[in-house]
């Protein structure tokens, strides 16, 4: 049988017979379950309460230093969470009654009292305090969501006007580059605002994801990517003395998901891993291969760590050690609810003062370990806008192949996704006119990453020109620009027998 | 009648039957109750209606205890004249619950000595 704790009451009366009889109580009835200390004046207790702790009060409303209502209003001021007995005579009860009103969660009457009752009232007056207080945090707690469902919406709305703001700040920019000659003293600064711009369309889209406003979606895409995408955001979220370790595998199996979901599993994990860092430590995101066909994620900090009857608690929607100012208690919870939701898991290990891993694992979708040693499977990137029918063209080879096509809007994208794709890269086809300061040296980190890619350029005068000028590499193969599906299919087999 | 100066009944019930904490608590108001009463008597001499409340009540606390429904009774009337400054027929109030009280010892005295003497113990 486990040992429970006592309870400790305290009783403040100045009748020493009354004293008396209750401590009889407590000392043949409730020997072992309850701990009495006895005070006779409301100074006293109030000593008292500031230096130890109590689970119930019983008080009698007239001391010698206090009298009537005044007398709970003080004990209540000075143990707020300590839920009070009041102790009253057969014709106060309406005083009583009142101060049940003001805050006590019951009342004895004197002359009426034995050991059964008190020891009744004593619990449930407990449980009923403990309702009241849970209640109110709950209240709180839900003000609290409501208020971050509100700062998501405004997150979104910003994030969604400032987006527009800044695509006209890039077509002013491209539009300028274009007219600007090669030696043009200004074009410096014009890519440095395009390029600006870039960097903070990519943190408003980021802010999109964090704030769940788009559409959920279920979708095929590589942690490693998402992550890479949500590296500046992280950043900002950890402070200045906080080492930041990207571990990804360089092989890494796909998953099936919302994007915006899974990013958030990333983001709270971040942001629990960084409070409980404060000022310094390490935080470290790993991504592998799972044994069992499952992709995973793991992110370590060397914070201040968690005793195991926290961990117990960790994932229990509202449960926070921080403080119901400082967070809502939904951080872990969302995280569990969406891992749950894709068909994961979750655990934690922690030790006090040394820090804390998550551990995230999730399905893998397709192969884990995929040939790229055939053709007829090759991973395909292509770098057009969203508009572009290059686009709908590769979705209709892929539906007829067994390709793999990833889509990059520009050329940063595109980096970062042959970066983050877990299998070598065997062909890029990238449309002329996909604007992307920095082209060249972006299309040789993507060769470098990938040496056996080969690239088509869609053409048009700008590439030829380009051809034309040493831009594109040698080797490129130029198609024309106005394709068919079919054509461009041909276009393809072509380029990865070249290879 | 008896009930009215002292409900032995529900005394011993909320002794539970203990007769070391029955005696114990008789001499509790045996030593205390004279001050208090003294006390109340300087209130109403002086009409200090706050001390005249808080003696009244404290004695009562006393009387309820012992079940002396008449003795608290008389304290209660006390109570609330001093709450409410009232000093009409307070002396006359106080000579009833004087009489009260000396009604009650000698029962609580014939108490103590069947305490003392353990043969004839029964409340």
Known sequence: MGVTKPIRVLLIEDNPVDVRLMQADFRKFGSGEFDLTAVEHLSEAIRFLNNNSIDVILLDLFLQDAAGLETLSRVRKAAPEVPVVVLTGLDDEAQALQAMKTGAQDYLIKGNINSRVLFRVIRYAIERKQGEIERRVLEQRLMQGEKLAAVGTLAAGVA??????????????????????????????????????????????????????????????????????????????????????????????????????????????????????????????????????????????????????VCAHIFDPFFTTKGLAVASG?????????????????????????????????????????????????????????????????????????????????????????????????????????????????????????????????????????????????????????????????????????? | MDNVIINMQALEDRVGGDPELLAEIIQIFFDRSPDVIANMRRAIGSHDAKGLEATAHSLRGYLVNFHAERASGTALELEIKGRQNDWLQTEETFSNLQRDVELLRPRLTALLHRIESPSSWRM
């Open chain 1, 330 to 499: 939904l951080g872990l919870s969302t995280v569990y609810g969406i891992v749950q939701q894709h068909g994961g898991n979750i655990e934690v290990s922690s030790k006090p003062d040394f820090g804390s891993t998550f551990l995230v694992t999730l399905p893998a979708f397709g192969s884990a370990k995929p040939d790229s040693s055939n053709d007829s499977n090759a991973t395909i990137l292509v770098v057009a806008d969203e508009e572009n029918s290059l686009r709908t063209h590769l979705d209709t080879i892929a539906e007829t192949t067994q390709y793999t096509v990833l889509k990059a809007d520009n050329w940063p994208e595109a980096v970062e996704m042959g970066r983050a794709h877990g299998r070598p890269i065997a062909l890029l086809i990238a449309d002329a006119l996909t604007p992307g300061v920095m082209r060249q040296h972006l299309l040789k980190q993507l060769a470098g990453q990938h040496p056996e890619m080969a690239i088509i350029y869609i053409s048009g005068p700008e590439a030829r020109r380009m051809a034309a000028n040493g831009v594109i590499p040698e080797g490129t193969h130029l198609a024309q620009a106005k394709l068919t599906p079919e054509g461009l299919l041909r276009h393809v087999k072509g380029a990865l027998k070249k290879r």
């Open chain 1, 160 to 309: 969604h006007n400032f987006n527009n703001a800044l695509m006209v700040v890039l077509g002013h920019s491209n539009f300028l580059l274009e007219q600007m000659k090669g030696d043009d003293r200004n074009k410096l600064h014009v890519e440095g605002i395009k390029k600006a711009s870039e960097r903070a369309a990519l943190l408003t889209r980021q802010l999109l994801l964090f704030s769940r406003k788009q559409a959920p979606e279920s979708a095929i895409l590589s942690l490693n990517k998402l992550v890479l995408d949500m590296q500046m955001l992280l950043e900002s979220t950890l402070g200045e003395g906080i080492e930041f370790e990207l571990k990804l595998a360089p092989e890494l199996a796909q998953i099936k998901g919302d994007p915006s979901q899974i990013g958030q599993v990333v983001m709270n994990l971040v942001m629990n891993a960084a409070g409980a860092m404060k000022d310094s430590g390490k935080l470290t995101i790993e991504t592998a291969n799972g044994a069992n066909r499952e992709v995973v994620l793991r992110v370590s900090d060397t914070g201040c760590g968690m005793s195991p009857e």
